[in-house]
């Protein structure tokens, strides 16, 4: 029996981490943990705990008193702004409770979490890149107006699901993104004339062990619908080459467009991400394969792959008061109930 912490319990990427360790093949209990007691990840595990926000000074201590108490012998993490923490006191935690963290090193996460860093780390290693300057200086942006001309993509550096993203379309437009203290990227326009891709790679002591690339259309930021075909995968050997540079633990994720034939990476997620779920209709339970190497020592092996298409829809979970007020009181709950209503409501 293994006790699984999953944190971000609240967040669409801590609930489809949690979607999948409820199937993976091996005995577990898994404990919850997200600031807000009406999470609904909540209700997705075996012992609901709520915990304070990551900037809390208080956060870890309180974290590490839940691994003692609970015998914790994993955490996998749920939200983006733990991830630079528990990068930091990972091996502490491995060395005083023997607890295996699974989340990459300090240097993967700060390029992963910065877009002007990720384009850094592409054009360095050779690797093709969207050409990237800051809105700090206004030598940048006439430098890069003169270089490759319109439409640009202004974006912050920091961020996800496409907030704050502006396309450029002429140098007045451009200018007005200059501040000396600004944390925008300007970068390249890459057109959808292909599509946009997105490839989650598992790497194990710098290896990328499997693979599997998506395309794929957003709603907000979010994808909605996924397709896997046979030219989906016709740049994964450019993209493990990547992964296996970086050399991530674990999970990591490229997200890019093609330009003239090739693989433009703009956004790099240092840990699972929202496709994580969706790579498991195609045949393969990364969350699974990754807690099977570290914690059994299971190979893991190349999946085999299907085609297809996965249409995000939506359900719900009907939670009673009762329920939420003990946690809310407790600030735990054991065996947290909750009635599934799946996206058709038609009993099955």
Known sequence: MKNILVTGAGALLGQGILRLLQISNF?????????????????????????PLAKDPNFMNEIKDIIARHKIDAILVGTDLELPIFSRFKNQLLREYNCIVIVSNQKVIDIANDKYLTAKFLEKNNFSFPYSVMANK????????????F????????????????????FKELMKMYSPQSKTVVQQYLPLNDGEYTSGCTVINGECKAIVTLKRDLRDGNTYRAYRDSETSIYDDKIKVIAEKLNSDGPVNFQFRVLNGEPIIFEINGRFSGTTPLRHFYGFNEVE??????????????????????????SDLFIDESELKALEADRKLKKPK????????KIV
């Open 289 to 314: 394969a990754i807690l099977n190497y570290y914690l059994f020592e299971i190979k893991i092996e190349k999946p085999k792959l299907k085609n297809g298409v996965v249409l995000k829809v939506w």
């Open 338 to 345: 909750a009635k599934f209503k799946n996206f058709s409501l």
């Open 138 to 149: 206004k030598e940048n942006l006439v430098k890069i107006s003169e270089d490759i001309g």
């Open 151 to 170: 439409p640009l993509f202004a974006k912050p550096i920091y961020g996800a699901r496409s907030q704050g993203v502006k396309k450029i379309n002429n």
């Open 27 to 51: 005995k577990k209990r898994i404990f919850t943990a997200d600031p807000d007691p009406r999470s609904a990840g909540h209700w997705l595990g075996d012992y609901a705990i709520t915990i």
